[in-house]
């Protein structure tokens, strides 16, 4: 049997106010990329809440990564899977790639269950920075990469992330649950009924 917990839009939009502040102060983020498709309404959120006054929005761009896998016998519960799939990415010949050099980019996403997306979206972004900074001639220039989550997973991780992403406290959990399925308000059918059982579980 599954445990599922169901998280609203408001909560979602709490969890992303809770954190701005940190964020704006630690990570200092200049850009962010939304892993999709569960990252994209959290970096929605979150842009309001770090926009310093009088300075422009901070930009969104999106890369599509996916892990998970149908059961198939229990309708639409889904299981991690071993192979990360590149369904969307950013254009490499692009000023896409010139715009993160030298940038605070923060990664976002809605959950932290195996790490195993979120290792291959670091490891990749920083591998294409690289290439693009030796291309035009900006290897003096640092990049460097924070990761806001929703909801981290207590349990034993399959990806890592660079050490240095931990010491010096770039990656940020809004809240740490045991291992649940979480069902987030975007993958609703029935939005009314989502919140009706969201309402309904124990605090």
């Not at 998970?68 to 969307?88: A, H, I």
């Not at 693009?132 to 909801?151: D, M, N, P, Y």
């Amino acid at each position: 049997m599954v445990n599922k917990v169901y998280v609203t839009y408001n909560q979602v939009h709490k969890l992303c106010q809770d954190s701005a502040d940190q964020i704006l102060n630690d990570f200092q983020p200049n850009l962010m990329i939304a892993i999709g498709g569960g990252g994209y309404v959290p970096a929605r959120i979150l842009r309001s809440f770090i926009k310093r006054p009088g300075s422009a929005n901070i930009p969104i761009q999106a890369i599509g990564l996916s892990l998970y896998e149908n059961l198939g016998k229990d309708g639409p519960v889904e299981e991690p899977g071993t192979k990360v799939t590149r369904t969307q990415w950013l254009d490499l010949s692009s000023l896409e790639m010139a715009n993160l050099i030298g940038k605070n980019i923060l990664i976002v996403d809605e959950v932290d269950d195996t790490r195993t997306t979120l290792e291959y979206a670091v490891k990749e972004l920083q591998k294409d920075v690289e290439a693009a900074k030796q291309k035009l001639g900006r290897e003096g220039e640092k990049t460097k990469f924070s990761i806001f989550v929703l909801h981290n997973k207590n349990k034993p991780k399959k990806g890592h992330l660079p050490e240095d992403m931990h010491t010096e406290n770039r990656y940020l959990a809004a809240h740490t649950v045991g291992d649940v399925w979480i069902c987030y308000p975007w993958e609703a059918i029935d939005i009314e009924e989502h919140d009706r059982l969201a309402m309904s579980q124990p605090t």
